[in-house]
């Protein structure tokens, strides 16, 4: 949150001013830890849309196709969601499948396709998507053997290798907060 304007005419008010100062000090304060914990922008009239994922795989078998995103980011805030899409049609037509904080989706789809897949995220309805992305080729998922699982890839702030992180410990990934537009 910026500035608190006027804020030496204010101190300089006979007997109250000091207090204005605090209280008003004491709001931006709380401003701003709402602004952390809420992943809100309170400089901008939305948030700027999160980076785009690194990268889309999908496996499939039986039917069965599970994508796995990866987006190892460092300008990343606590509260990414991610979303996936399917088509059959090179995208005339297509389905959503909302991830929420997770980066990996096993669909029972009952297709053999093949299908094409596509990504992106977004900090749910406070900001636009993030650029999407196209995994390489279209999945087949024939057969009766489904996709082998191979490592999570982890939720939220948090990396593939720490596991119970839903939105993620962590506020933001690196050692300071990403600069927000």
């Known amino acids: 949150?910026?500035?608190?304007?006027?804020l030496a005419?204010?101190?300089?008010?006979?007997?109250?001013?000091?207090?204005?100062?605090?209280?008003?000090?004491?709001i931006q304060k709380q401003l701003n830890?709402?602004?952390?914990?809420?992943?809100?922008?309170?400089?901008?009239?939305?948030n700027s849309a999160p980076p785009a994922i690194n990268k889309l795989e999908v496996?499939?078998?039986?039917?069965?196709?599970?994508?796995?995103?990866?987006?190892?980011n460092q300008q990343l805030y606590r509260g990414a969601e991610y979303t996936l899409e399917y088509s059959h049609d090179n995208w005339q037509s297509y389905h959503v499948h909302h991830l929420g904080p997770?980066?990996?989706?096993?669909?029972?789809?009952?297709?053999?396709?093949?299908?094409?897949?596509?990504?992106?995220?977004?900090y749910g309805p406070a900001s636009p998507p993030s650029a999407a992305i196209?995994?390489?080729?279209?999945?087949?998922?024939?057969?009766?053997?489904?996709?082998?699982?191979r490592q999570g890839q982890g939720s939220g702030t948090n990396f593939p290798s720490q596991g119970a992180g839903g939105y993620?410990?962590?506020?933001?990934?690196?050692?300071?907060p990403?600069?927000?537009n």
Not at 9 to 26: C, F, H, N, W
Not at 33 to 46: D, G, K, P, Y
Not at 61 to 69: D, N, P, V
Not at 168 to 176: D, F, H, K, Y
């Open 33 to 46: 830890n709402v602004s952390i914990q809420t992943n809100a922008n309170l400089t901008s009239r939305e």
């Open 102 to 122: 997770a980066r990996e989706a096993r669909m029972n789809l009952g297709l053999p396709g093949p299908l094409q897949f596509r990504a992106y995220s977004g």
């Open 59 to 72: 496996d499939g078998g039986a039917g069965i196709y599970h994508a796995y995103l990866t987006d190892n």
């Open 178 to 180: 990403p600069k927000r």
């Open 1 to 6: 949150m910026g500035l608190i304007r006027n």
């Open 168 to 176: 993620g410990v962590q506020a933001w990934r690196g050692n300071t």
């Open 134 to 149: 196209y995994a390489d080729s279209p999945v087949h998922a024939p057969g009766s053997t489904p996709p082998a699982l």
């Open 9 to 26: 005419q204010i101190r300089s008010m006979p007997t109250y001013g000091k207090l204005l100062v605090e209280a008003y000090k004491d």
